[in-house]
């Protein structure tokens, strides 16, 4: 069981992860499929890095931080990408995407605060 303070991330990665996954599956479906090759990649990256840092997380590694930082990245470019397209899976994708890039950025906050007290 993951440590209680990574719980939350923890569920927002997975939420994050399975809203990408419908996201670029949806635009694969898409009549200008090439015009949504930004969005694919992007839903990719983000579906695969949400899914490593839960593990991180859930590990409680001493990278989990540092992954926390880039999955937040990724996150919010994701986001920003997904938000252009009007169709309702990107729009719930960049949602997604935005609530776990805050909620990684809180988490990452939190043990940066905690390392500098130990």
Known sequence: MAEERY???IA???A???ACDHCASKC???SEVQS???????DVDCAE???LNAGFMARASEFASDVCRLSARVCEACAAECAKHPMDHCQACARACR???AECLRVCDGMQQ???AA
Not at 36 to 42: G, N, V
């Open 49 to 51: 890095m949400c899914r």
């Open 16 to 18: 994050c992860a399975e």
């Open 12 to 14: 927002s990665a997975n």
């Open 99 to 101: 609530e776990c890039a």
């Open 7 to 9: 719980a939350a991330c």
């Open 36 to 42: 949504m090759a930004r969005c694919i990649a992007l």
């Open 114 to 116: 905690r390392s500098r």
């Open 28 to 30: 694969l479906a898409q």
